[in-house]
């Protein structure tokens, strides 16, 4: 097998320092996107904080809003329970009166025979 010659050597060698060479300026392009990228990740941390705040937020005005309208439909619930009573006792009020009207009339009638 053919040894490289000290020519071939020294080129690979000066391929491989060159790309050596490019390595700080890489390290530093590297650095530099990851302060960029720590930056975004501070700004969508913030962001984050900040909708669980309206989330919690927002269950709060639904829990308060659920009980608003669970209270207002038992009062509105007790109301119609209330009227159709009213209504209900009146009906076996006017019952009671036609039964009591009918009865007179066929006395009546009964007597005049």
């Known amino acids: 097998m053919d040894q490289p010659t000290v020519a ?3 080129e690979v060698l ?3 320092v060159e790309s050596l060479e490019q390595l700080p300026s890489r390290v530093d392009a590297l650095t530099d996107r990851m302060g960029s990228v720590e930056v975004r990740l501070g700004s969508v941390e913030d962001r ?9 937020q927002f269950r709060e005005e ?3 809003e659920f ?4 209270k207002e439909m038992r009062e509105l619930n007790e109301e119609t329970r209330t009227h159709m009573r009213a209504l ?10 036609i039964r009591e009207h009918n009865g007179r009339k066929r006395k009546r009638k009964a007597t005049k025979h």
């Open 8 to 10: 071939d050597r020294v």
């Open 67 to 70: 009980s608003a309208t669970r």
């Open 14 to 16: 000066e391929r491989t």
């Open 88 to 97: 209900f006792e009146e009906a076996i009020s006017r019952i009671a009166g």
């Open 48 to 56: 984050l904080g900040s909708l669980e705040l309206q989330v919690l």
């Open 62 to 64: 639904v829990r308060t």
